[in-house]
């Protein structure tokens, strides 16, 4: 072995380990908090109750790929450790994309610019919303292992034809477990796709074999999404599979022109900086020759069919920018080559990082924090009874004691006026169901939210007044969440 290549082992263990510490360090604040995110709550939920035999879209509904519920049952198995070992999880999820995006960035900049482009990526999960177990922060793990495939292995690729069909199933494979986390990465499956075809059509391949890559790979990108189908089909359950995974996207409301606004500054505020980072190297005259003029090309095409990805659902929120960051990250590395480059980009690393730790600090000390957590659990246990969240911590209901008053427990789907006539069931219909099952706490969020379905509200307030005592409160920043008690179980002597 070359004193070279022992050198290079080395570089890469201090660059691994340094990544590593560092998305401990950016992440420590969001360990063990229980309700960082009302989306991963649900997943973990979810994911607890497929261990008991529940099965997504049927007797639990969302339309989230069931990957993603897989994922997190696999979490669940750790028990009264779940909490931590999905935050683990994440956080080894970040550790390993952080070290593709460094390979993928050292193709066209110095060792100092791939790590800091890294870095970057770390430091942004954060700012998008990205500290937990969000979708994107596993997907990403596999979509970047795909796109690493292509940009680390481009020689050969371009050269064999063989080695390319095979690298392109491998690519098509990890992209097809993706899309089970998430559907949106469909998008960037179709510019990996294409881009393999484009090496074919350079080689010289004739149409009938590229047609016949194209066949494979789009089999092996669709593979476990059809096994996923080919199950609910085989238990008498593909209408249920089809609605939840395809139909019920289509269905959903429009956001108001002020909440698309709102939350349209905050997207574009998170990505400005990155942006900036890609496009400043005009400027600064940054030039590639050869090969890395080949993987430049690649990594701008891939950040606009990231940033076609972002805007494909219609509905926006700021975790949707996570699958934007991991190309975009990358584009900041070659700026490293000047000294006005290393300037901004460690700039922008560092005001990112200081933003992204005092909001989670903030965010953790207002909404998420472990003691407003047990507060809530200990209220709903006394007296102990069913529960129905209708806004609040879906975590709540990830107890041993759950009871199933309906097939939707998502809150929003309840709440929201965008979700009414988009999760097959009718939310008021539902909701008075639910009532009529006299839960013994209700879990609400007050004032009600413009977006809010009034009539649902109307309905679910109408009973509260009657029959429940408010027992707790916790004042978040912007919202109390309040525990509403039956009342024949506070006062039960004069239960009829």
Known sequence: MHISDVSEKRLRLIIYSFLLITAVCLRWQALGAPMINIDEEFYLFTGGRILQGDLPFVDIWDRKPVGLFLLYAFFHLFGTWRILAYQIGALLSVWGTAILVWRMARTIAPAGGAVLAALLYEIWLILAGGEGGQSPVFYNLLTAAAMSCIICFLPAIKKNDQFRRNMGIVVMLFLGLAIQIKYTVIVEGIFAGLYLLWTGLRAKNSPRHL????????????????????????????????????????????????????????????????????????????????????????????????????????????????????PLSI???????????????????????????????????????IIAFEEMQAALS????????????????????????????????????????????????????????????????????????????????????????????????????????????LNPAHSP
């Open 382 to 489: 006394s007296p102990p009874g069913c529960i129905f969240i209708y806004d609040g911590p879906a975590i709540l209901y990830d107890t041993p004691a759950y009871c199933k008053l309906t097939t939707h427990p998502f809150p929003s789907h309840f709440s929201s006026e965008i979700e009414k006539n988009a999760t097959g069931m009718n939310p008021l219909k539902e909701i008075s169901s639910v009532l009529a099952q006299r839960p013994a706490h209700i879990v609400s969020t007050e004032p009600a939210d413009a977006e809010e379905n009034q009539s649902v509200r109307a309905r679910l307030y109408e009973t509260l007044s009657k029959d429940y005592t408010p027992t707790y409160q916790h004042h978040f920043r912007h919202h109390t969440t309040v525990i509403y008690t039956r009342n024949t179980l």
């Open 211 to 326: 047609l016949a890559d194209a066949s494979v790979w789009i089999s092996c990108a669709l593979l476990p999404t059809c096994l996923s189908f080919l199950f609910y089909r085989a238990k008498g359950y593909g209408h249920a599979w089809w609605f939840a995974n395809i139909k019920s996207i289509f269905l959903r409301g429009h956001m108001s022109h002020s909440q698309i606004e709102s939350i349209t500054i905050v997207i574009i505020a998170i990505l400005i900086p990155l942006m900036l980072c890609w496009l400043i190297r005009k400027p600064l005259s940054i030039h590639f020759q050869g090969e890395q003029k080949e993987h430049i090309i690649f990594f701008n095409i891939w950040s606009v069919f990231a940033l076609l990805s972002l805007f494909s659902l219609g509905s926006w929120y700021n975790h949707y920018t996570l699958p934007a960051l991991l």
């Open 331 to 369: 584009q900041a590395a070659p700026l490293w080559r000047k000294k006005t480059g290393q300037f901004l980009i460690i700039a922008v690393a560092c005001c990112g990082t200081v933003i992204g730790q005092r909001a989670l600090f903030r965010h953790f000390q207002q909404h998420a924090n």
